[in-house]
């Protein structure tokens, strides 16, 4: 047996294990809805999307009368959707969501399920919304500096991403996006982002180098059509 086939098949087992201890959680306690979450996030994690629906289906009827439970399992549901690409659906299940304290994350769920639609104007109101009470929050503000980003907003998009690393400064996600930032308004340094982004998350570094090749092409153009306008 390789070493890959060693690995993959410790992780199944791994993954069988703490499934089988989450039902026999449940077991224990019938009564306990979170324990029903718990599961339902396992098997959205591990891609088992109609079995998780088919769960928190099931748990949104035997906890019909609590409204603690019933908040909690329509969240998850959403995530189950979202994570499946039943972007419908998942919106459906956020916008069921009415508890204060889950209100906020709900609302960052729907902003994120409208990103995935391309729809950034609908998603930011949403972000800005989950924002208002989470004003620090690293993932709330780094979601908004991408929704900004994306609708070419680079001074809100800079605002954002610099909050997002205030709190989170060994995000290499962030740290990137603060890159590319930098280099289309022409900052000095740009590279120490990015540099900072290799070393916190080589991955999404290496993901974003055609992105980023391709901005320091529209860069030069740009640079090169400016100074023959000067010339003129």
Known sequence: MT?????????????????????????AA???YKRYYNLGVFLTQANS???AEELYVKALG???????AQNLLHYGLGNAYYEAGEYQQALTQFQAVHDEQL?????????????????????????????????????????????????????????YYEQALAAD????????????IALVQGEEHAERYFERAKELDPAYYQKGQQRLADIE??????????DKKDES
Do not use: C, W
């Open 169 to 180: 400064s060994k995000n290499g996600k962030y740290q990137f996006e603060r890159g590319i």
């Open 103 to 159: 209100k906020a994350e709900a609302y960052q769920m729907i902003a994120q399920t409208y990103m995935a639609q391309d729809d950034y104007k609908t998603a930011l109101a949403f972000a800005l919304t989950a924002q208002a009470k989470h004003q620090q929050d690293a993932t709330i503000n780094g979601l908004i500096g991408e929704i900004f980003l994306a609708l070419g907003d680079f001074e809100h998009a800079r605002t």
């Open 62 to 68: 035997r906890f019909h009368d609590k409204k603690q």
């Open 3 to 27: 070493e890959k086939n060693s690995k993959r098949d410790f992780a199944k087992k791994k993954a069988q294990a703490a499934a089988k201890h989450l039902v026999s959680a449940i077991d």
């Open 30 to 32: 019938p009564d306990d």
């Open 217 to 226: 092409r529209f860069v030069q153009t740009k640079t090169k059509d400016s």
């Open 49 to 51: 999307f109609d079995q």
